[in-house]
């Protein structure tokens, strides 16, 4: 395939960034810089024990501290004490229990929020806490999803009506193609193996904040807020706190990241909001690293029962997935949703016969989970990658030959998934050819084998991940079939202003993604404008009122597709009246360079900015015509679209000491269009580093009694530039055919398809070992333990 | 509490003040002189995006207290190169090589590689990784970070 790069346009060029003039220089807007007048600054006291009754509450000792304004526990809130909805009750019959911003009575995890202090100092608020009087009962806590479903486990949940279980839910995908046990019937070779994909963080640098300020005697409210979701958070906060929608302006101002962290209504912000009003005045809380770890949702969790059947060729047949997903202590917005994201895309590349899904979400005393960058696909392709490579093992076949005999044909787009959906298009064979070349596959592999043949003690693995995802959230009917609350559109206004500048407003919410530049350069594409003259508003419901945010790497796929419409319905607009002023037909006119031309005769010409202001003096409109020159339009998707991408790895193991060092990982992504190809890389590295981070460092780690043994930065292994290599990174285009722009998503590819590549990897250097699998993270003493109950096993 | 008065040289400008003894640098320059262009990400002295040049070498202005500070010079990520058209060399590679998302991490970042910088002008990518484990970046996965490094080192003279 070759690309043509179109010059003429800023569309598809690498452009460096409009956001980073000021990010490099400290002139940013983060939402813990804003010091509005008669702040007061809130902390919390937080629950050090995982399950306990309060039995004493008593804040008014910390009502007699310097600068303290205010305390209340969940007793003197009273009314105020909002509580924390679950936008997404995937079955009838789910248990959903109250989550009130501050505990009533009992608490379920280390963290959970149990009195709230406001002082106009902030170190003051903290050191207030000291002063509250609590005391608690502990109670036995579950930490483990199995023991907490047996019979007689202590519950998470037993107010009354609650059902006696810990159980949150059972969602059974009603099975999908022949029945699995027909296929399994056929089947030659059955590999079943059990994957637990651990419990980690969002991790982004800055931590959340929120600003409440309530405006005088009126309703009125705005907020600021350190999140990926201002529009949802305005319906959210709206809906628990009763403020009239119309009241509430939310702003998301600089974003330092989210990574699904931040999509979500915490009840910080409900809290914030709540005492802003009942107080009169702003209300400030940033939290600080340690009370993130505890009070921010985490992520993943699932232990994953998967069983392969297929050929004695390597013909796949069936697939069955049994997960148990940990919602932890509460449910926050979307946390029941989670696994079912990934429910779809388990069969991932490859057809087959069979599918069979179930999933029970499960309640612990631990933090809530919900959405981390991939949210439930990179569980999915974890298992389905990490299985296919165990099923390679079991037919002695190399484990890309596997992969090639059964992933679907380029030409079998679209393509019908057993899982039910329909792919749009894809290259498998074309992403990993080139993959396959970067990477220097067979000279690896022979290595790999002189390495073993010498009995080297360090090893040498190769992982391979041809992975998928689903991108674009979503088609709204699609979701409302799901049980999801909301809709998945998104929305663009573009104004040509009268001095020729536009403004481009959009309702994605961007935190890192760089969207004011590369919404610029479709627009400025579509308008013939330079992108130096647009100006992206994004993230405050009070200048871009409509909006469904950043998240699911749906802000290009979807957002991108409201900017065409808008932009060319502008045109479309701005034609009339430039055929009015240049006194011909809209048929003889043609835009070029941000110009109507008559055709045959291009001096007369009027350039878009002409029109601008035409449209605003509005002396000599034509009739029917009003003034100013904008065009909104509202896009919901036809369908998702499904970027695709072929990540190989290349791991030296120690069989000594257990540690891993990657040696080379080579990915070639395939994201349809590229708008920028220079945000594209940087999107697929931040990506790998996260998934690789995942599958070597990171990992949530709780006692028995369910103390958080990773509570900082100093336990939580953030990788950092040492421990990571440079990535040798590719793409192919194949245009997604669900959207107008030919263009699917990049923000979570990387962190979905980069994890089972690493793991793969280093089961695939300790295979004549006799190791099947390693815990992750697969950290030395995890490699060490693998390597030794391999040794036992076979001893 | 009782204040201690310092006085302390800011981005060329001369802030005399009274702190808590206990008062961390970095909450020092945002909450009290509003220099927040330096931020907070973490609370173990784990993630770098506090650091500040104290007499020209880099420190995690969190794990300094602001008396310690009491007659020395701070140099911030907005004193850098003051002026959206005053760029240092090392904001200008980051710029030029995407070696930033968010933007967080950044100005700890971009004053780590200076200090990086002034002490081994041509680093090579192991010493670059080495010398920037302390700042922690969550979007970038580090590889445009690191061509970043380089960038700078060549246009300021150091590689070869
Ligand atoms: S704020 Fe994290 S090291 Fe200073
Ligand atoms: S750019 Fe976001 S943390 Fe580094």
Known sequence: MTEVLDTSTPMGRPLKRKEDARLLHGQTNWTDNIQLPGTVHMAILRSPMAHAKITKLDVSGALDQPHVVAAYGAAELGDLNGAIPCVWPVTDDIQMPPFPALAVDKVRHVGDAVAVVLATDKTAAYDALEAIDVDYEPLPAVVDMEAALQPGAPLVHDGEGAPMSNECYTFPLPGTGIPYDEAKAKADVVVKRRFVNQRIIAGYMEPRAVVASPMGMSNEMTVWSATQIPHILRVLLSLVTGLPENALRVVAPDVGGGFGGKLQLYREEILAVQLARHLGRPVKWTETRSEDMVASHHGRDQIQDIEICATKDGKLLGLKVDLLADMGAYLQIITPGIPLLGMFMFPAIYKMESYDFNCVGVFTNKTPTDAIRGAGRPEATFAIERIMDELAAELNMDPMKLREMNWIQHEEFPYATIAGLTYDTGNYEAATAKAMDLFGYDELRAEQ????????????????????????????????????????????????????????????????????????????????????????????????????????????????????????????????????????????????????????????????AAVAFE????????????????????????????????????????????????????????????????????????????????????????????????????????????????????????????????????????????????????????????????????????????????????? | MTHVPISVTVDGTVYDGEVEPRTLLVHWLRDSLGRVGTVVGCDTSSCGACTVLLDGRSVKSCSVLAVQADGHSITTIQGLAEGEDNWHPVQTALKECHGLQCGYCTPGMVMSTVDLLSENPNPTEEEIREGLHGNLCRCTGYHNIVKSVQHAAEAMGGAK
């Open chain 1, 615 to 795: 449209a605003f003096s509005a002396h000599n409109l034509p009739d029917g015509v009003e003034p100013t020159l904008q065009a909104e339009a509202t896009v919901d998707p036809d369908d998702f679209s499904y970027p695709h991408g072929t990540h190989l790895c290349a791991i030296e193991v120690d069989t000594e000491t257990g540690k891993s060092t990657i040696r080379k990982y080579v990915c070639v992504d395939d994201v349809g269009v590229q708008v920028n190809p220079l945000i594209v890389e940087g999107q697929v590295h931040g990506g790998l580093a996260q998934g690789i981070a995942q599958a070597l460092y990171e990992g949530v780690e709780y006692d028995e009694d369910g103390n958080l043994l990773t509570a900082s930065f100093a336990d939580y292994l953030i990788p950092s530039a040492a421990d990571l290599p440079s990535f040798v990174t590719g793409t192919t285009v194949t245009p997604s055919t669900t959207n107008p722009l030919g263009t699917k998503g990049v923000g979570e590819a990387g962190a979905i398809a980069s994890t089972p590549a690493v793991i793969n990897a280093i089961v695939d250097a300790l295979r004549p070992m006799g190791v099947t699998d390693v815990l992750m993270p697969a950290s030395p003493q995890n490699v060490w333990r693998a390597i030794e109950d391999a040794k036992g096993g076979a001893a």
């Open chain 1, 449 to 608: 084998e002189a390495r073993r043949a010498s009995g080297d003690p360090v090893q040498l693995g190769l992982g391979i991940s041809t992975f998928t995802e689903m991108c674009g959230l979503a088609p709204s009917r699609t979701l409302g079939a799901l049980k999801y609350v909301a809709g998945g559109w998104e929305h663009c206004t573009i104004r040509a202003l009268p001095t020729g500048k536009i403004e481009l407003i959009t309702g994605t919410s961007p935190h890192g993604q760089g969207h004011e530049t590369a919404w610029s350069q479709i627009a400025a594409s579509i308008l013939g404008v330079e992108v130096e003259d647009i100006e992206v508003v994004h993230g405050d419901t009070g200048r871009a009122p409509y909006g469904m945010d950043t998240y699911g790497s749906r802000s290009l796929a979807v957002g991108g597709q409201a900017i065409k419409k808008a932009a060319e319905r502008l045109v479309e607009k701005a034609k009339v009246i430039a055929a009015h002023q240049l006194e011909c037909s809209v048929d003889d006119l043609e835009f070029v360079d941000g110009a109507f031309r008559v055709k045959g005769d291009p001096e007369k010409a009027q350039p878009l």
